[in-house]
């Protein structure tokens, strides 16, 4: 019978304020050994990213920032802005195992299937932030004001609540994967062993 790791699986944090549309996602990954679940299990605990806001070591994580750059024009006693350029900048941190070919191949399933719902998760953060950049991207681009310093601070308070949302959302994302996590990673796991016994993907 094949055993589920139970683990506080992923946690997106922000590091710096700003915005992005333009994505630059970049991945880094840790190792980790051992040949049977528990090993695995204590390997993730051991070696993952630690997250500042939690204090916690977990399996996956995204570190992303947010660059906003804008240009305005200032004629006939009004200013606006004329472009907004967000970037996010997005490093995802995933695990690699280094013993897979010498473990068990009910160990083997459980790993790909965990390491790949892992990596779906992390670059699900990416797309939320780069969604949000977008949102953020149209709405600096419909500012004005009598000056351009009237603006830049509508610019720098639409900036942080448009992050506040996006946090949010990011937030709202974790707890509904953490929800049904065993039961999406069954489900995963079911079809990664019909795709096994159909010869498409290797065990």
Known sequence: MIRILLIALFVVFVIAPASAENVNKTYSYFSVGGSTLDDLERELNKRGPKVKSTGQRHPGATRMQFHTR??????????R?????????????????????????????????????????????????????????????????KDCKTVAAKAEATADALLKKHDQAQAKFDQAEAANFEKRLLKLMRQRVKLIEAGEIPG
């Open 70 to 79: 804008l240009g305005y024009v200032e004629k006939n006693g009004s200013c």
């Open 81 to 145: 802005v004329t472009e907004a350029t967000v970037t996010v900048r997005a490093k995802v941190i995933l695990p690699r195992w280094r013993q897979r070919n010498g473990a068990d191949q009910d160990v083997r399933l459980v790993w790909d299937t965990l390491s790949s719902d892992i990596k779906r998760h992390e670059d699900q953060h990416v797309s939320i932030a780069r969604d949000h950049a977008r949102k953020l991207e149209r709405q600096l681009t419909r500012l004005r004001s």
